[in-house]
């Protein structure tokens, strides 16, 4: 090839680079979003609020998690196991990392894990699994650790669950929120004394969903309302009561003050978050870990809105 065909089929490359170009009145980000749009899905965030108000979410619990082993609730209502040990089913070796199906269980509804694991089933039992340190699963058993199903006693006609580290949460279908277990400081009912029995959380009523993350409690009524309680202050969300008690840690159930019905929520030991019906996103509690995705690391004490969602 001569030097002369060499520099024309180096001028017909040029124009058709420059011809597949975007054009100047589209930015390099704009221009990438045309070609891949059809490909990957861009998540819808409006930047106004929604004229659809969203329903509020009431979806099962449908996996859950501890330190050790997982499992999830499929549709069929089989439950599946995988990890190390609470596998609720034989190993080899105690470790399965492939999830298997649990033999006898056809009706579960949800799942719910922390230092151990609760299942609801279709009949509005509750049965529990895993660690039994502070009576969260039986506190007529000595066992620090449940390796079989195990229906919770003194609970029936249960709709949601939540389980926590060291207590087990209930709801039930009137819309009343029991407890089992620790009580850590007191944070159900002011006296810092196990639960033995499951205990009925005051002021809460008509409540459809509930989230409890070490010793925190969210509950969102039937008009989407959103209450907290629990022994972390960082956590709640709005003004509290404080014992007289040092070592008291109680802030009975009250509402937190956001301006629209809350539709989806989720909770940690030291902050939470809420999603409102017009698609705001606002959250609160500690940003140690930046995990309220600030730019620095104060305390957020009441509900602010995140402008970067909305």
Not at 27 to 50: C, G, I, R, W
Request: proline content about 5%.
């Amino acid at each position: 090839m001569n030097f002369l065909n060499r520099k024309i089929i180096k001028s017909l490359v040029a124009i058709i680079i420059i011809s597949t170009l975007p054009a100047c009145d589209k930015t390099p980000s704009e221009h990438l979003q045309s070609l891949t749009e059809d490909k990957y899905p861009v998540a819808n965030m409006p930047d106004e609020p929604l004229e659809t108000p969203l329903e509020i979410n009431i979806e099962p619990k449908r996996l859950a998690m501890t330190s050790s082993w997982s499992a999830g609730v499929k549709d069929d209502g089989t439950l599946w196991t995988w990890g190390t040990d609470g596998l609720l089913r034989d190993t080899k070796t105690g470790q399965d990392p492939t999830p298997r199906q649990v033999e006898g269980v056809n009706d579960a509804v949800a799942v719910s894990g922390a230092g151990h694991m609760l299942l609801l089933r279709k009949d509005g039992t509750v049965w529990g699994w895993g660690s039994n340190s502070h009576g969260e699963i039986d506190p007529s058993d000595g066992d620090i650790f449940i390796e079989e199903l195990r229906q919770i006693k003194g609970i029936e006609n249960v709709v949601d669950i939540a389980a926590g580290e060291m207590d087990s949460i209930f709801l039930t279908n009137n819309g009343e929120v029991y407890v089992l277990g620790s009580n850590e400081g007191g944070w159900v009912n002011e006296i810092p004394k196990q639960l033995i029995i499951p205990t009925k959380v005051p002021n809460l009523s008509d409540i459809i969903r509930i989230e409890f993350r070490n010793g925190v409690l969210l509950a969102l009524d039937k008009k989407g309302e959103l209450y907290s309680t629990g022994k972390s202050e960082r956590a709640l969300g709005r003004l509290l009561y404080q014992s007289q008690e040092p070592e008291i840690e109680y802030h009975p159930a009250a509402k937190v003050a956001l301006p629209k019905k809350t539709i989806d929520f989720s909770v940690t030991s030291t902050s939470a978050m809420a999603v409102l019906e017009d698609g705001s996103v606002w959250n609160w509690g500690s940003n140690s870990s930046d995990n309220l995705a600030l730019s620095d690391s104060e305390d957020i004490k009441m509900p602010e809105k995140k402008s970067i969602f909305t």
